[in-house]
């Protein structure tokens, strides 16, 4: 049970936290009150029968606090977009216009807490241009929002970063709710590229954590590379293909910015 003395200290410790602001007063019942909201900031409670002034959170006190709160996680979350996300931060539902690969994106975020339940994990091929590195950082934004860590990174990058960042790289793989690797069949066709590779889709797939796999490869199909073998296995068997369809909307982009300037140059001047 706590005493007075520990009632009281704790109650100080309000008081320093919570202090007084010049248009605060103290009312006819001798208990001080927000010059604001006119709400108390201070309560009298019974400890023992002895009576103990503590201070408490009137209403604007408890907004700016859950102001602060938000501003600080608001912060966090750029930072981490920033580091875990780079590349990738403007890739958003919202953003999203066409792009058929988000019907994907769409049903993992509706079935999100299964999937991390269970520990799934996809591979997102598709043509390229067809917008699946896009939905797949929707995915990646959209949960980073909810607080939950994620990490995208391109297959290119992260074999860059092996040397220099290996513990890093090895601790999110491990933990991370979320891996997105990104373009996956793009790094150097070397037999090293390969089995690092191999050992860092075997890494995910043991940590029983949701990854999403982009590629423009179709992994149900056979290759030569005894390694890649290997990989398409271990994503037959732990990350089943989900193929986007649609064509190249980068394409599509590019034709309409090419009519766009034809139409502003054979304007008149």
Request: proline share 2%; net charge negative.
């Amino acid at each position: 049970m706590l005493t007075a003395d520990v009632i009281g200290s704790i109650a100080e410790r309000a008081k320093r936290n919570n202090p007084a602001m010049p248009e605060d007063y103290i009312a006819s019942d001798g208990l001080l009150y927000c010059g604001k909201c006119g709400e108390q900031k201070e309560c009298a409670i019974d400890v023992g029968g002895k009576e103990i002034i503590v201070r408490c959170l009137c209403r604007c006190g408890a907004e700016a606090r859950k102001q602060t709160a938000e501003d600080a996680f608001r912060r966090l979350n750029e930072e981490r977009r920033a580091n875990w996300l780079r590349g990738y931060e403007g890739m958003t539902f919202d953003n999203s216009t066409g792009n058929p690969s988000m019907f994907f994106a769409e049903k993992f975020i509706h079935r999100w807490t299964d999937i991390l339940e269970n520990g799934l994990s996809f591979t997102l091929s598709g043509a390229v241009g067809c917008g699946k590195t896009y939905a797949a950082a929707s995915i990646a934004n959209e949960l980073l929002d909810r607080g939950y860590r994620v990490w995208m990174v391109s297959t290119v990058n992260l074999l860059d970063r092996m040397f220099d960042e290996a513990d890093i790289i090895r601790n999110r793989l491990a933990t991370f709710e979320l891996v997105v690797l990104d373009d996956f069949g793009a790094e150097r066709n070397t037999e090293y590229a390969a089995e690092k590779m191999f050992q860092i889709i075997d890494d995910r797939m043991r940590s029983r954590l949701p990854t999403i796999i982009t590629t423009n490869i179709d992994i149900t199909q056979p290759t030569d590379n005894l390694t890649y073998q290997r990989i398409f296995s271990r994503l037959n068997g732990e990350a089943p293909q989900f193929r986007c369809k649609g064509g190249d909307m980068r394409a599509d982009r590019g034709r309409e910015k090419r009519q766009l300037a034809n139409e502003i140059l054979k304007g008149d001047g």
